[in-house]
């Protein structure tokens, strides 16, 4: 199911991210709190053509350090573990897409308590992902939050298996229902009046960069995070980097002007990792269509997964300060 990624490490200690994050075949449920893996899906017409950005992210491990100087956190209390890449097909898309599907439902599975992260790869793992844990957990409703310029909510039946079609694909499977996807940092002229009607029609919740910006980026995620808890049992965040302004991106083919900035991605993903309801985040869509990934990227993108673990970190610490002064009382 899974094959050795192209970019391991010695395991020894040290405060390098390649030194405690774990490279290891089946590890023990008890002994992780984060599951990692790699989908080398790639949007590109070439089958045979992987995706980059899964190797890119693991050899850029070496330039970061455990210790969030802002947040005043050290990372390594977190059990963080690569189990590798998933084994897709070299020609056949669909067969590379369902092995996708049986490796998060696998990992759902036997991980039941642990957080997933998969780093693709294009848009098409989000919808193999998802359906994967709607097998592994078909009794939850499940909820998303996308981060993304795009709705990615194209008619599959007007153009067959494509990146931009995952939430549509969801909705029709019934995998999701519309209500409960929440698809924030759209702006500017980049989707199509027909795909907007389609979400309104889905009842999908749309928040513009302008809106967000305008109420307060920290209040809008929690708002939205807080109705996403009522409303169904696990959540799934779908970090498209191209919701990043081009400036930030500049290896992301669908980056636009005028998206989130650095900062703000950052930010966003600290919150969301403070909520215990998110199990599952993926980031998707860093390759370029020629040439090999700029480190301005790459580093963008691991920078994003470590503000995300530093939420997890930031929400661990608040509940044990809350028992210990809960116990004191």
């Not at 308590?113 to 919808?127: Q, Y």
């Not at 809008?220 to 009522?230: D, S």
Request: glycine residues 6%; aromatic residues 8%.
């Amino acid at each position: 199911m899974f094959i050795q990624p192209e970019w391991q490490y010695k395991q020894e200690n040290g405060s390098a991210m390649h030194q405690w994050i774990k490279q290891k075949e089946n590890p023990l449920p008890n002994d992780v709190d984060i599951i990692l893996y790699g989908a080398l899906l790639s949007y590109s017409s070439k089958p045979s053509q992987k995706a980059l950005y899964p190797t890119a992210f693991r050899k850029a491990w070496p330039s970061f350090q455990s210790y969030n100087l802002d947040e005043q956190v050290d990372l390594r209390s977190l059990a963080v573990v690569d189990v590798g890449d998933v084994a897709i097909h070299e020609t056949d898309r669909m067969l590379s897409e369902s092995a996708i599907e049986a490796a998060a439902e696998n990992l759902s599975t036997t991980y039941s308590k642990s957080f997933t992260c998969l780093i693709g790869g294009d848009h098409a793992i989000t919808a193999c992902s998802l359906r994967g844990i709607k097998n592994a957990f078909p009794k939850d409703r499940i909820g998303i939050i996308q981060i993304d310029t795009h709705l990615d909510a194209r008619n599959q039946e007007e153009i067959g298996l494509a990146m931009d079609s995952p939430i549509q694909q969801l909705i029709a499977a019934g995998v999701v229902e519309g209500k409960h996807v929440y698809n924030v940092g759209l702006h500017g002229f980049f989707n199509s009046p027909e795909m907007i009607h389609y979400a309104k029609e889905q009842g999908i919740h749309m928040i513009t960069l302008k809106q967000m910006r305008r109420d307060g980026i920290q209040l809008t995620i929690r708002e939205m995070l807080r109705q996403l808890m009522y409303e169904v049992d696990r959540i799934y965040v779908s970090v498209d980097l191209d919701a990043l302004d081009i400036i930030f991106a500049p290896d992301v083919p669908a980056a636009t002007p005028g998206g989130l900035t650095a900062y703000e991605l950052f930010d966003i993903l600290k919150l969301i990792g403070e909520n215990e309801g998110v199990r599952h985040i993926d980031f998707v869509y860093a390759d370029p269509k020629e040439g090999d990934l700029r480190p301005e990227t790459v580093k963008m993108g691991v920078t994003a997964f470590l503000q995300w673990l530093t939420g997890i970190r930031l929400d661990y610490r608040n509940r044990i300060s809350k028992k210990g002064n809960a116990m004191i009382r």
